[in-house]
C-alpha cells in the first residue's frame, strides 16, 4: 500500500499561511502526541522560521502516558518546551495560554515601551486532524471554530478573541508535498490525518491489526472480541465481524465495516492510550 498525497487546496493553504504570518505574533505548532514526529510537517520550519513559536502535543489523552513524558523530555533536551495537551483536561489550558504569551513578550514589551497595549495575536497551525480548532475552541470554552474528527473541516481563516488582548487564528490542516517514508504515511493514515479517499482502508485496517497485534494484543483481543490472536490479519478481521455479528446479505462477513469500526475504535482511543512512536525510534 503506497501513500501520496498533495491537492491542490494544500498549496493554496501554504500560501494563506505566509500572507497571514505578518499579522501574527507567534505560531503554536500542534502536533499529534501519539505520532509528534509523523505529525510535524517538515515545511513548518521553514515557513515560521522568523516566528517565536509554541509545541504543543495535542491528544495527549489518547497517548501512553509514560511516551509522552518522554516526548517532553526529548524536546527539552532540544530547547524546545513541548506541552502536552488534551482536549477534556481543564489543566493544560492555562498552561497553553501562558507559554503563548511568553513566547510573545519581547514584541508586547517593545509595544509597550511606545505608549501601545498590544493584542497578541497567534497562528495555530498544523496537519489535518490534528485538532486545532478543538484546540481553540478549549481555550476559548466555546464552540467558536468549527471543528470536526475528519481531515479538512477547517476550510478558511477563523479568528477566535480569547480576550481584549489575546486573538487565536485557526487555520486549515496542511500537509508536505511529498512523503518518501511510508512508515510515516501509514501512521498518518492510522491517525485519520490523511483522507480515507486516497487510501485502502482495508489494507490500513490490517496494518494497524498487524501493529496492535505486536504492540497491544490484550486491547486488540477485547475490544474485537476475539479469542484468539495467531491467524494472519484477514481471518483476524474477519473474526471480529463474525464475534460482532456484521454480516452482508448473503451471510458473508462486512470485511469493509469491520475494517472501519477497527480504524475508528482506534482514532478514538477505544483501545486504550496508544502511541505510534517513542523517542529514538525510525521515521
Known amino acids: 500500500m ?6 491542490g487546496h494544500m498549496a493554496k493553504t501554504r500560501r494563506m499561511l505566509a500572507e497571514q ?3 501574527v505574533d507567534v505560531v503554536v505548532l500542534l502536533v499529534d502526541a501519539r505520532a509528534p514526529l509523523a505529525s510535524a510537517n517538515p515545511d513548518f520550519d521553514e515557513l515560521f522560521a522568523q516566528k517565536p513559536r509554541v509545541l504543543i502535543l495535542n491528544k495527549a489523552d489518547l497517548a ?6 518522554a516526548w517532553a523530555e526529548h524536546f527539552a533536551a532540544s530547547g524546545i ?6 482536549a477534556g483536561a481543564q489543566k493544560g489550558v492555562k498552561p497553553a495560554i501562558d507559554a503563548v504569551n511568553a513566547a510573545a513578550a519581547p514584541v508586547v514589551v517593545r509595544a509597550k515601551a511606545r505608549g501601545i497595549k498590544k493584542v497578541v495575536r497567534a497562528m495555530v497551525a498544523g496537519i489535518p486532524n490534528v485538532g486545532k ?3 481553540v475552541n478549549r481555550l476559548k470554552g ?7 474528527d475528519t481531515p479538512g473541516v477547517t476550510r478558511g481563516r477563523q479568528w477566535i478573541r480569547l480576550s481584549p488582548y489575546l486573538e487565536f487564528l485557526d487555520t486549515p490542516g496542511m500537509l508536505w508535498p511529498k512523503l518518501e517514508d511510508q512508515e510515516a504515511a501509514r ?5 485519520g490525518s490523511i483522507r480515507s479517499e486516497v487510501t485502502d482502508e482495508y489494507a490500513l485496517a490490517k496494518a494497524l491489526a498487524a501493529f496492535l497485534r505486536r504492540e497491544r494484543p490484550q486491547a486488540l483481543r477485547e475490544r474485537l472480541k476475539l479469542n484468539r490472536l495467531d491467524e494472519d490479519d484477514d481471518v483476524l478481521i474477519e473474526n471480529a465481524c463474525r464475534a460482532r455479528g456484521w454480516r452482508q446479505q448473503g451471510g458473508g ?8 469500526v477497527l480504524l475508528d475504535e482506534f482514532r478514538a482511543g477505544k483501545m486504550g492510550r496508544i502511541s505510534l512512536q517513542a523517542p529514538g525510534e525510525p521515521s
Open 21 to 23: 504570518l505578518k499579522a
Open 2 to 7: 503506497t501513500i501520496q498525497w498533495y491537492p
Open 81 to 86: 518546551h513541548a506541552l502536552p495537551f488534551s
Open 142 to 148: 466555546s464552540a467558536a471554530a468549527k471543528a470536526g
Open 253 to 260: 462477513m462486512d470485511l469493509m465495516r469491520g475494517a472501519q
Open 64 to 69: 501512553d502516558p509514560p511516551v509522552t513524558r
Open 187 to 191: 501512521i498518518l493514515a492510522f491517525l
Open 133 to 135: 480548532s478543538t484546540f
